[in-house]
């Protein structure tokens, strides 16, 4: 079995599984958006990738607002100094997260997407917890059956899901890795990567549905090769000053 059959076997487990959580998820992105706030997204670790899909890319808009801490996520140093061991220490560190929200206003109507392969990393788990219980939905983009394979690391015995209104199934296996090699006596390829782009790809355009229909809609950032020079250059700028304007209603100036 190829990595690329196994993949296909995965989305289609998502495609069978999730379209109800998708449908709430994107329903909490439209409602925060649409009414000028954010979607706060933060990941650690590789989960840092979907961040970033979510915006700022091409076919992409504002209201999305990115959290990551480099210090949890700078991989490819691997060793010595800004290494992996030190990284993976600190996603697992009690308290972070609080020093993370201080930077911002965390206001209900907004709302934070939250996304950890494992479920169980410190961080991830407390941004989600300050989060809700500041009144903002949650939503957690994770592995229910890798986080449910151990008991769980936090002090309060609790996993990164019991803090979610929503919960997107990567619906990866426990480790993540989805094929068996002969000669090796542990599975290879990882797929929580593609899971994660294919989930918030297809909330990225449900709330985009949403948000049309609703007379919201944010600039898109498009290439010129799509709608011309002229046109991409002033959907980037517009993209760029509203994001501005909503980051900045939510970093915390003490005013």
Not at 145 to 164: F, N
Request: glycine share 10%.
């Amino acid at each position: 079995m190829t990595w690329i059959e196994e993949a296909r076997r995965l989305l289609d487990r998502i495609e069978a599984s999730q379209s109800g959580a998708i449908a709430e998820a994107s329903r909490i992105c439209a409602d925060a958006i649409g009414s000028g706030g954010v979607v706060h997204t933060f990941g650690s670790g590789h989960s840092r990738i979907p961040v970033e899909e979510m915006f700022p890319r091409y076919g992409s808009f504002p209201g999305f607002h990115p959290i990551v801490e480099l210090s949890t996520t700078f991989h490819t140093q691997v060793v010595g100094a800004n290494g992996q061991r030190q990284a993976m220490f600190l996603e697992r560190v009690e308290g972070l997260a609080r020093q993370i929200w201080d930077n911002f206003t965390l206001r209900p109507a907004d709302a934070l997407m939250v996304f950890s392969a494992s479920g169980n990393n410190a961080v991830t788990l407390e941004m989600a917890a300050i989060a809700r219980e500041a009144g903002l939905k949650v939503v957690a983009v994770t592995s229910v059956a890798q986080s449910m394979a151990g008991e769980p690391r936090h002090s309060s015995g609790t996993r990164l899901l019991d803090h979610a209104d929503v919960v997107l199934d990567l619906c990866t296996p426990p480790g993540d890795a989805l094929c068996e090699v002969d000669g090796v006596d542990v599975p290879v390829g990882p797929g929580s990567t593609l899971a994660g782009v294919a989930l918030v790809n297809e909330v990225k355009v449900r709330t985009a549905e949403r948000l049309a229909a609703m007379g919201r809609m944010p600039a898109v950032l498009t290439a010129a090769t799509v709608v011309g020079a002229e046109r991409s250059r002033k959907l980037f700028d517009e993209a760029y000053l509203d994001h501005a304007g909503r980051a900045a209603r939510v970093l915390r100036s003490g005013v």
